[in-house]
């Protein structure tokens, strides 16, 4: 599973989502990623899945950041 969320990531998606509302792959990849992050934070991540995961798809253990993405700033022409 770990190989299909690098594709994913890889088209340019952000990290999947796994609320009942979104379906398909970023559900399946979603629920997943989510399971993957409860197991490491009660301790129950196999330290080899954890190094593999951390070095196929760096920033997994955040995913998305919470709230509104920051706006880009227009930088004054010089």
Do not use: F
Request: aromatic letters at 6%; glycine letters at 8%.
């Amino acid at each position: 599973m770990s190989l299909a969320l690098v594709a994913y990531r890889d088209a340019g998606n952000d990290w999947p989502r796994h609320k009942a509302v979104i379906t398909g792959d970023e559900h399946d990849l979603g629920i997943w990623l989510h399971l993957q992050r409860s197991k490491l934070r009660r301790g129950e991540l196999d330290e080899a899945k954890t190094q593999t995961l951390d070095e196929a798809v760096p920033g997994w253990r955040n995913g998305r950041q919470r709230g509104w993405r920051p706006k880009r700033i227009a930088l004054p022409a010089s």
